[in-house]
């Protein structure tokens, strides 16, 4: 058994166990940085369920799983549920991922898993960048513009500030400066384990 599996298999029982010992309930929480460059966008998704049933549920999915593939299930179901209530499209159109990448966790008491997703999406030259949730009460979104100059700052919302309890957040895109032609690559989707 890894030293991974046996921290996933001791933060299941210990939630387990604390789930009927706590007395109080806390949200779900989703924090989203929605990172632009100049060809690409680059998502990190950081989700920790609801305590009670919702964390419950996760857990008992686990811990129904065969040692071997408790921290591949806890990763998968957590980042399915992170990214679920998402969705990033331009000009209405979704934006496919190119990479995808998921790390699990606990959170600081110990209490309840979660998950940081890293998600890329080649972006096309120019067009309104929308980012969606179904669950703006638990959804803060934050944006930067790496220097790229993709972003139309006039047109959009502050950068690097948190927008708490929004259904759908916009940027304006402007297409590549200096001659810059983005490729646009085949859709792929790798977990990092």
Known sequence: MTLLTRCVATAVAVCLAAASAWGHTFPAVRT???QVENCELAVMVGYRPASGEATDAVLARVASQPKSQMVETAKNVLAQQAMGALVI???GTPLVPTTVRAKLGVDPGGTRPMVVVLVTYSIPR?????VKTRD???TRISWTDRDSG????????AQATWYSGVASFLLT???PTGGSVCVSS????????
Request: hydrophobic share 35%.
């Open 126 to 130: 120019g067009g309104g960048l929308e």
């Open 173 to 175: 895109l402007a297409a």
């Open 89 to 91: 499209s331009v000009d």
């Open 32 to 34: 989203v940085v929605v």
């Open 150 to 157: 993709r972003v139309d700052l006039e047109r959009s919302p």
């Open 136 to 138: 703006p009460r638990s």
């Open 186 to 193: 085949s859709s792929s989707v790798s977990q990092q384990r």
